[in-house]
């Protein structure tokens, strides 16, 4: 196995350790400041003016790295593409925001739209440019198999893509939680890269460095927020290492915070229609139910950090057992 690219980790952390205390003063006077929704839990509110957008840490912390592998490993190039990509949505949409003032950021079709041309741009890249199969390995434990899905392929990348992507911006509520969460998912991809030398192990393990560093300013109570910039980037990234790696079934279980982060809105929309107005959580998504259920914030940041890490190992298991 190759493990120089575990240097990584180390150059991401100590990018983000060191661009940390320069950006977040820089973006308090932007007066970028987070406002909270006045319908969410009452203890957010005193998270009000507190600066948002610091996924610029993590952008910028993995964006320095890559630029001492890229020539080594230019299966990176494309994971790279995805994250800032989809980072560049998030900025936009953080931008419009807290700066031009329109709380709804960019609007739906506009948000949908460039993740639809992002997403455009790596399929082809990855397809024309790399030899990564587009068959997904079975996360089953019966010996190497994978599933060629034909000609309903690349339907099945958009969507996976982008509901990645979002399902991360879900799980983007309580201080630490998706940074936490995702810093597990990308050790699992990076253990997955190192072990079956797929190219693309130096950005796996980058992120794993970033997001230790900015959880140093990110942990409860927060110092800054990664806003949209972060969230987007990060589901970018994760979608693209589970499909360099042709494990995007995988998704579902080393990525089961992130589904059900979703599936807890699109189940509260459904119901709150269905039945003339009761919800069927107390507020979603669901870590903001359990905030209404009296948990703390740790707390609900360790438990899905703990179910993340288990549902990890299983991922690994199951992944030996090809």
């Given at each position: 196995?190759?493990?120089?690219?575990?240097w990584?980790v180390?150059?991401?952390f100590?990018v983000?350790?060191?661009?940390?205390?320069?950006?977040?003063p820089?973006?308090?006077?932007?007066?970028?400041?987070?406002t909270?929704?006045?319908e969410?839990?009452?203890?957010?509110?005193?998270?009000?003016?507190?600066p948002?957008?610091?996924?610029?840490?993590?952008?910028?912390?993995?964006?320095?790295?890559?630029?001492?592998?890229?020539?080594?490993?230019?299966?990176?190039?494309?994971?790279?593409?995805?994250m800032?990509?989809?980072?560049?949505?998030?900025?936009?949409?953080?931008?419009?925001?807290?700066?031009?003032k329109r709380?709804?950021?960019?609007?739906?079709?506009?948000?949908?739209?460039?993740?639809?041309?992002?997403t455009t741009?790596?399929?082809?890249?990855?397809?024309?440019?790399?030899d990564?199969?587009?068959?997904?390995?079975?996360?089953l434990?019966?010996?190497?198999?994978?599933?060629?899905?034909?000609?309903a392929?690349?339907?099945?990348?958009?969507?996976?893509?982008?509901?990645?992507?979002n399902?991360?911006?879900?799980t983007?509520?309580?201080d630490?939680?998706a940074?936490?969460?995702?810093?597990l998912?990308?050790t699992?991809?990076s253990?997955?890269?190192?072990?079956?030398?797929?190219?693309i192990e130096?950005?796996?393990c980058?992120?794993v460095?970033?997001?230790?560093g900015?959880?140093?300013?990110?942990?409860?109570?927060?110092s800054?927020?990664?806003?949209?910039?972060?969230?987007l980037?990060?589901g970018?990234?994760v979608a693209?290492?589970?499909?360099?790696?042709?494990t995007?079934?995988?998704?579902?279980?080393?990525?089961?915070?992130?589904?059900?982060?979703?599936?807890?809105?699109?189940l509260?929309?459904?119901?709150?229609?269905?039945?003339?107005?009761?919800?069927?959580?107390?507020?979603?998504?669901?870590?903001?139910?359990?905030?209404?259920?009296?948990?703390?914030?740790?707390?609900?940041?360790?438990?899905?950090?703990v179910?993340?890490?288990?549902?990890?190992?299983?991922?690994?298991?199951?992944?030996?057992?090809?």
């Amino acid at each position: 196995m190759e493990y120089k690219a575990i240097w990584a980790v180390l150059i991401s952390f100590a990018v983000s350790v060191i661009t940390g205390p320069f950006v977040i003063p820089f973006l308090r006077k932007l007066k970028v400041g987070q406002t909270v929704r006045e319908e969410g839990p009452k203890a957010h509110l005193k998270k009000n003016g507190t600066p948002t957008m610091g996924g610029i840490i993590i952008l910028s912390a993995v964006a320095v790295t890559s630029m001492f592998y890229t020539k080594d490993y230019p299966k990176i190039i494309p994971v790279l593409f995805l994250m800032l990509g989809f980072g560049l949505i998030g900025f936009l949409d953080d931008y419009i925001k807290v700066v031009l003032k329109r709380s709804m950021g960019l609007r739906p079709l506009e948000k949908f739209s460039f993740q639809v041309i992002v997403t455009t741009i790596f399929i082809y890249y990855i397809r024309r440019f790399t030899d990564i199969g587009l068959e997904m390995l079975l996360p089953l434990p019966t010996g190497e198999k994978y599933l060629d899905l034909g000609i309903a392929t690349v339907p099945m990348m958009y969507l996976v893509i982008i509901g990645t992507v979002n399902g991360v911006n879900f799980t983007d509520g309580l201080d630490g939680l998706a940074a936490s969460v995702t810093v597990l998912c990308a050790t699992f991809f990076s253990v997955i890269a190192i072990g079956t030398g797929s190219g693309i192990e130096p950005i796996t393990c980058a992120v794993v460095g970033s997001l230790l560093g900015f959880l140093l300013f990110n942990v409860h109570p927060a110092s800054v927020f990664m806003g949209d910039t972060g969230s987007l980037a990060l589901g970018g990234f994760v979608a693209a290492a589970a499909y360099m790696t042709q494990t995007p079934l995988f998704l579902p279980v080393v990525g089961c915070i992130y589904m059900i982060e979703v599936c807890s809105v699109i189940l509260q929309v459904i119901y709150f229609k269905l039945t003339g107005g009761k919800r069927i959580l107390k507020m979603a998504p669901l870590h903001h139910h359990f905030e209404l259920c009296g948990w703390s914030e740790t707390k609900i940041v360790a438990v899905f950090a703990v179910v993340t890490a288990l549902m990890s190992l299983f991922s690994l298991a199951m992944f030996q057992k090809t």
